[in-house]
């Protein structure tokens, strides 16, 4: 396939790190994070910075976020403030990205945003079910009222294992992080718009 001009946001994360290494493999990928050594930083909750973004890198093909996670956080704990702010990034600040990269894209490029599922009952996971849950609910309805023929999916990773290993977590292994990387790679070269992506396992 063609190479692709691929913007990866999130780029210093577990995930976003691998994701770099696929992609690059063969495509073309710019690297972007909120802090860090990239050239190119964007924060996820500044509209005006996302759009700084698209007037700084013209005729991108592909967005993938792996940016930005809602903290875990017992119910009740969070004020109304706290859980808006807690879900701002992940949820309103990927929904803003694919805003604006719907205008800015190349025709027939895509958007691959980052929600996630776990399976059972994640302790202090309500405010994150929300976010997760949202982005694939906006993701499906959204991709159809694409315009120029861009898609849109939602990776849905569950537990990485590198995460799990340096959170010295013990029990079910998780994933590990080069097979999710794939998922990304998936919805950047395919054909599919508005899934959710997930390894089942
Ligand atoms: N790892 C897992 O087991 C797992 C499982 C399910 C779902 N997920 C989801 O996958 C995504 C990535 O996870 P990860 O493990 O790779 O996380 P991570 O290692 O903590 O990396 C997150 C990345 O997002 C960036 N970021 C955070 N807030 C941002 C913002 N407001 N704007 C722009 N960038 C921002 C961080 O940049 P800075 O470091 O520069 O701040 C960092 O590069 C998250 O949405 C997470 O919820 C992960």
Redesign the pocket.
Known sequence: MRRLKVVV????????RAVVAELGKRHEVIAV????TQLLR????VPAAIDALFDAVPDIDAVVS?????PLAPFGTLSDEGLAQALH??LF?QIALLQRAATRLREGGSVTL???RFDGVLPGGSA?ALANAGLEAFVAQAAPELPRGLRVNVVA????QE??DALGLQGPR?TPVHEVARLYVAAVEGAMSGQALRIIT
Do not use: Q
């Open positions: 946001i999130g780029a210093g994360g577990t995930i976003g994070s909120r802090h860090g964007v924060d996820l909750d792996t940016a930005a996670s809602v990034a992940k600040g980052t929600g996630g994150g990773p569950g537990w990485v995460t799990l998780g």
